[in-house]
């Protein structure tokens, strides 16, 4: 049994808390300090402190975790280890050298592929085949650091950003309980990346998910599961933002934007080939099905969206 500070914030983090709580001692959470959020924008604790504090463990909320009194706090705990997973902050190596078996990290992709802040969207958005977890030994670099385990799995077709985020967020607690074992007794001895074969999945900006109708209606349907739920895709018509929710590429041809209805289906032409919307929400409404929504809107039909 180890003695773990674990460092996380969003849900992502959250079952790999669990199992350590269950397995291991925690002896303190480090998460993001509260924020608002939401359309009311009410200050919100992330859910790895609703966690801790449901168990009673200790929360430290750091604004810089790179500042020297939050160093020093650090060092108050004696930690075998620190464990990270989503914490949103960038470690220095004095941090990462604190704990005797140093600090290990569950990142959301197979690395070297897609180091950065959005491996799951950039899986999913690239038609990846296989993703997965990777437990690695941090060093100050991006993602960079020795490699302990991995454990892959395949996506769908119809995967979504978030239904691999659920499923990687299980799996990294999963593998995260296997490693440390064979890690801490040195079985299991950290193997350096291939810097050679690295991608970068960089942060996703809210603006990135306007859907340029010019592109192929199969990089537009990766766009659309990818940014299931956020950012989400959309365009504009009739001057307002409508959602994309849901849809797949189809064969025929029309003008890039332009909406086609036939045979009780909605497309909308694209660089290649057709996108069939099934959910799309229009702003200031709810969502609603292609049949729905032309019942309410069937201007719609001969509609010309924005493009890029």
């Known amino acids: 049994m180890a003695t773990v500070v674990f460092m996380g914030t969003p849900d992502f983090a959250v079952p790999a808390l669990r199992l350590l709580m269950r397995h291991h001692t925690v002896l303190a959470v480090v998460t993001q300090p509260d924020r608002p959020a939401g359309r009311n924008r ?17 929360v430290f909320q750091p604004e810089k975790i790179r500042r020297a009194e939050a160093i020093e706090t ?8 620190f464990i990270v997973a989503a914490f949103g902050q960038i470690l220095p190596q004095v941090v990462l050298d604190l704990p005797r078996f140093g600090s290990l990290n569950i990142h959301a992709s197979l690395l070297p592929r897609w180091r950065g802040a959005a491996p799951i969207q950039a899986a999913v ?16 670099g991006l993602d960079t650091g020795p490699i302990l385990t991995q454990r892959e799995i395949a996506l769908a077709a119809d995967e979504t950003g978030a239904s691999l985020h659920d499923k990687l967020s299980a799996l990294g607690g999963e593998l995260l309980m296997d490693t440390l074992p064979g890690y801490l007794d040195g079985r299991i001895v950290p193997q350096a990346q291939e810097d050679e074969l690295a991608t970068l999945a960089t942060r996703i900006q809210k603006d ?26 959309f365009t504009i018509w009739d001057g307002k933002l409508l959602k994309i929710l ?14 086609i209805a036939r045979d009780g ?43 890029a």
Do not use: C
Request: aromatic share 6%; charged share 20%.
């Open 208 to 233: 990135e998910g306007r859907i340029n109708w010019s592109l192929p209606a199969l990089e537009i349907d990766r766009m659309v599961r990818a940014y299931t739920p956020w950012p989400g895709s």
């Open 74 to 81: 650090l060092r108050q705990w004696p930690a075998d280890l």
């Open 265 to 307: 289906t909605l497309a909308i032409g694209t660089g290649t080939g057709l996108y069939i919307l099934a959910r799309l929400q229009l702003e200031g409404r709810a969502a609603a099905n292609t049949a729905d929504f032309l019942r309410g809107h069937p201007a719609f039909a001969q509609a010309r969206l924005g493009g």
């Open 125 to 140: 958005r690239a038609g990846d085949d296989v993703s997965g977890i990777t437990i690695m030994r941090m060093d100050a």
């Open 42 to 58: 009410q200050v919100q604790e992330s859910p790895v402190k609703q966690a801790a504090a449901a168990a009673g463990i200790p």
């Open 246 to 259: 849901a849809g797949a590429p189809g064969d025929g041809h029309a003008e890039a934007g332009q909406a």
